[in-house]
């Protein structure tokens, strides 16, 4: 399979690298990077390829984001409201003096709420996102 392989260049934080080899050694995965970031990224897309796209959904979109950003509070709100028959309800908790930790309960077609969760973790300034998902019948 090595021919399938295409070489890339990834820059990323000191910090961040330092995690993704503790990771790694508490995973058991590989001490090759390549490796290590091959399976990262199998396990994040895995969701995004299954399912009909018409299928119904149900599920929650969590993120994290940092609330003195100018503008992101009012395009996260904005985003919600023109989804109105996917977003269900809302719990906000302010988790420090400028961090907020947003879960957003969603239901509606897998490509709706794929749409909404894509546009809403896609905002600059959001700093951690996840869709979580299941067949809704
Ligand atoms: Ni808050």
């Known amino acids: 399979m090595a021919s399938d392989l295409v070489r890339i ?3 990323m934080p000191c910090d961040l690298l330092d995690r993704l080899d503790a ?4 995973r058991g995965l590989s001490p090759n990077r390549s490796e290590a970031i091959r399976d990262l990224v199998r396990e994040r897309l895995v969701g995004e390829v299954v399912g009909d796209p018409d299928a119904e959904v149900m599920g929650s979109i969590t993120m994290v984001y940092d ?3 100018a503008g992101l509070t009012q395009r996260l709100d904005e985003i919600q409201h023109e989804h109105l028959d996917v977003v269900v309800s809302k719990m906000h908790v302010h ?6 930790l947003e879960t957003i309960a969603v239901r509606g077609s ?6 909404l969760s894509d ?3 896609g905002v600059k300034g959001v ?8 067949a809704a019948h």
């Open 9 to 11: 260049s990834v820059a």
């Open 95 to 100: 988790l420090d003096h400028g961090l907020c």
């Open 127 to 134: 700093r951690h996102g996840k869709l979580v998902c299941v």
């Open 67 to 69: 609330h003195h950003r």
């Open 23 to 26: 990771f790694s050694a508490r």
């Open 110 to 115: 897998s490509a709706q709420v794929h749409d």
């Open 119 to 121: 546009q809403l973790l």
